[in-house]
């Protein structure tokens, strides 16, 4: 057996990622020290999906004691599958998964890349998910190169849109974000995010990029 990724909150409560000596099985375990209570293991059934889970590690743990992390699909008809989920333990939800539907884009526009490291996951005390990703359909070509980053923020089943590829860059008209960068960004408990992107101004991106940091 093994211990690894290992959260504490102000309540005192602890959140780990661990690997058990029956078959060398992963799992996930949240509370107080001397009431555990198991979020996830390999091999259960993933909320929200037809698969069963192959985990990672926790990427967030809040004061109320709810988590959030990434794990592959195993099982899934014909391919593989990431996604993200967050809730209490025995009360998690699924709150994005890769050839899913994309909250606030058209019909048809799907999740093709979820957040799956350290840092690309928030969850603030609210219980409300900030997540960075790409979608499979991009912005209209003529307006910037992009290759379909988006970041979201909401309760799970409630995401929105807060930034994306394409997009004007707020008090630089003449820029669009270009990359929404992977885990640089934070969530507080009123729901509002800080984040770093690159912008670029021109057709396609002729004009060299720059960075920025958003409110």
């Keep these: 057996s093994a211990l690894n990724t290992c959260f504490v909150n102000a309540a005192g409560q602890i959140a780990f990622s661990a690997t058990t000596d029956d078959n060398n099985q992963s799992g996930l375990w949240a509370g107080f020290p001397g009431a555990l209570q198991k979020v996830a293991r390999n091999g259960e059934p993933a909320p929200g999906t037809n698969g069963n889970f192959r985990l990672g590690a926790f990427q967030a743990f809040n004061d109320a004691g709810q988590v959030?992390?990434?794990?592959q699909i195993q099982d899934a008809p014909n391919t593989t599958l990431d996604g993200v989920w967050a809730g209490a333990p025995g009360a998690?939800?699924?709150v994005a998964r890769t050839g899913s539907q994309a909250p606030g884009f058209p019909a048809g526009v799907t999740w093709n890349y979820v957040s799956s490291t350290t840092g690309e996951i928030q969850l603030n005390s609210a219980g409300q998910v900030g997540i960075s990703?790409?979608?499979t359909q991009l912005p209209p070509a003529d307006t910037a190169l992009t290759d379909g980053y988006v970041l979201m923020v909401g309760q799970p089943g409630a995401l929105r849109v807060l930034a994306k590829a394409g997009d004007p860059a707020p008090g630089a008209e003449a820029f669009t974000f270009i990359r929404l960068s992977d885990g640089d960004f934070t969530l507080n408990s009123a729901g509002q995010a800080a984040y770093i992107t690159d912008v670029w101004?021109?057709?396609f991106g002729i004009v060299p990029s720059s960075r920025a940091i958003y409110l």
Excluded: H, T
Aim: charged share 15%; net charge positive; no cysteine.
């Design 68 to 71: 959030a992390f990434s794990a």
């Design 92 to 94: 998690l939800q699924l």
């Design 133 to 135: 990703g790409r979608v």
């Design 201 to 203: 101004s021109g057709k």
